[in-house]
């Protein structure tokens, strides 16, 4: 069965930065499960699987627009350490949800500088090339059931 919209698609993977650091990758068991087109995935990595089948291998790059957006310069603020009232040892890396006009996001301590903290709200692999090397474990056709739900039951997916 080939790779298509409304697929269950079981991955290993490798996730690269152009430096080559991994950045992530599927568990050393179970391999990732995806339902193709349900947009869970970034664009440039569902279109890479397109019409591919189980035990297929491929390595391709991803660019930002692709992935998980270009770094926006606006969505860096720099805010006082009052705005974390009651949370302890405030370091670099931490990350918050926090409240905008596009609604909830997550934003990311990047650098602490006295009593001015400067928050990221783009998402961490924004702005990156993403390196993959993937391994078609097993597609088959998607439950009813999950796509109503919008993600995998069973193996490498939801257990509920
Ligand atoms: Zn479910």
Same mark, same amino acid.
């Given at each position: 069965? &080939?790779?298509?919209? /409304?697929?269950?698609?079981?991955?290993?993977?490798?996730?690269?930065?152009?430096?080559? /650091?991994?950045?992530?990758?599927?568990?050393?068991?179970?391999?990732?499960?995806? $339902?193709?087109?349900?947009?869970?995935? $970034?664009?440039?990595?569902?279109?890479?699987?397109?019409?591919?089948?189980?035990?297929?291998?491929?390595?391709?790059?991803?660019?930002?627009?692709?992935?998980?957006?270009? +770094?926006?310069?606006?969505?860096? &603020?720099? %805010?006082?350490?009052?705005?974390?009232?009651?949370?302890?040892?405030?370091?670099?890396?931490? &990350?918050?949800?926090? &409240?905008?006009?596009?609604?909830?996001?997550? %934003?990311?301590?990047?650098?602490?500088?006295?009593?001015?903290?400067?928050?990221?709200?783009?998402?961490?692999?924004?702005?990156?090339?993403? +390196?993959?090397? $993937?391994?078609?474990?097993? $597609?088959?056709?998607?439950?009813?059931?999950?796509?109503?739900?919008? +993600?995998?039951?069973?193996?490498?997916?939801? +257990?509920?």
């Amino acid at each position: 069965m &080939q790779i298509a919209q /409304d697929t269950v698609v079981l991955v290993r993977y490798t996730l690269r930065n152009d430096a080559g /650091d991994i950045l992530d990758s599927s568990a050393d068991g179970e391999p990732l499960a995806y $339902v193709h087109g349900s947009g869970s995935l $970034v664009p440039g990595f569902e279109r890479a699987l397109d019409g591919r089948k189980a035990g297929d291998k491929l390595s391709f790059e991803v660019p930002p627009t692709d992935g998980y957006g270009l +770094h926006e310069a606006e969505l860096v &603020q720099e %805010v006082p350490r009052s705005a974390f009232e009651g949370i302890a040892n405030l370091d670099v890396g931490m &990350q918050f949800h926090a &409240q905008s006009n596009q609604g909830p996001h997550t %934003v990311t301590v990047t650098k602490i500088d006295g009593d001015r903290i400067t928050v990221d709200g783009n998402h961490p692999l924004a702005g990156q090339t993403l +390196h993959f090397e $993937v391994e078609v474990a097993d $597609v088959r056709a998607a439950t009813g059931e999950e796509l109503a739900h919008g +993600h995998v039951h069973g193996p490498g997916g939801h +257990h509920h």
